[in-house]
């Protein structure tokens, strides 16, 4: 079995590190002999989308060796989300969305023939049975009866990116009022969930 733990706060000392860090003691300890693949995405450079992205929907077997050398930081990523069976991503709200980090990760992983292919004129995911646990923390509140839930463009959109690369066990754990007085109250909430989530 094998789990990637991604993390993609900015920050060294963050809620959505240390629970991920949590998740993965506690799937470590489920799953005794388990390989765990650690990616900091706040450490990794990953380079934008450039025009020479156009090579991931060329043959493989006609790449030259300078577009295999511009797809192998996406090569490597990929090959990362393949090998795994459980999936934990650390995401903390960043203005409404997702972090800049997660966004690249995500350019690079989405890829023809890799995660997703097109089959009777529309496209299907090709990850298939991976469970993924997505862990948010924000600074307020989303949640359905908030008055500000249609400000949530992180889990809507985790949910359809993930979907469209194949991801369908997919579960979201939020840690909300972090820039609050009951961030503590918060977190200690969360933290009590990991580990039957871990299972
Ligand atoms: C650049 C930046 C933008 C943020 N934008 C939002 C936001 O739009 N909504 C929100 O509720 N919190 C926002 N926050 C607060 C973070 O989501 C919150 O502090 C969270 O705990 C950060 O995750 P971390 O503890 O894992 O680093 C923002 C924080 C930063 C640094």
New binding site residues.
């Given amino acids: 079995m094998k789990l990637l733990h991604i993390d993609s706060?900015?920050?060294a000392i963050?809620?959505?590190?240390r629970l991920t860090a949590q998740f993965v003691e506690a799937w470590k300890r489920n799953h005794p002999g388990g390989d765990v693949i650690y990616r900091d995405l706040a450490t990794t450079t990953i380079p934008a989308v450039t025009d020479d992205w156009a090579a991931t929907f060329a043959d493989p077997a006609t790449l030259t060796p300078v577009q295999k050398a511009y797809l192998s930081i996406s090569d490597e990523l990929t090959a990362e989300l393949q090998a795994a069976d459980t999936i934990v991503i650390?995401s903390?709200?960043?203005?409404?969305?997702i972090?800049a980090p997660l966004k690249a990760w995500l350019d690079q992983i989405v890829r023809m023939g890799k995660t997703f292919a097109i089959g009777a004129g529309a496209p299907f995911g090709l990850l298939g049975d991976k469970k993924t646990m997505v862990i948010t923390?924000?600074?307020?509140?989303?949640g359905p009866d908030s008055p500000t839930a249609a400000?949530d463009f992180q889990e809507p959109y985790l949910r359809a990116i993930l979907g469209f690369i194949g991801v369908s066990d997919l579960t979201f754990l939020h840690?909300?009022r972090?820039?609050k007085p009951e961030a503590e109250i918060e977190f200690a909430a969360a933290a009590a969930q990991i580990n039957e989530l871990a299972k």
């Fill in positions: 706060s900015a920050r963050s809620i959505s590190r650390g903390p709200m960043y203005n409404y969305s972090s923390t924000r600074g307020g509140v989303y400000l840690v909300e972090q820039l």
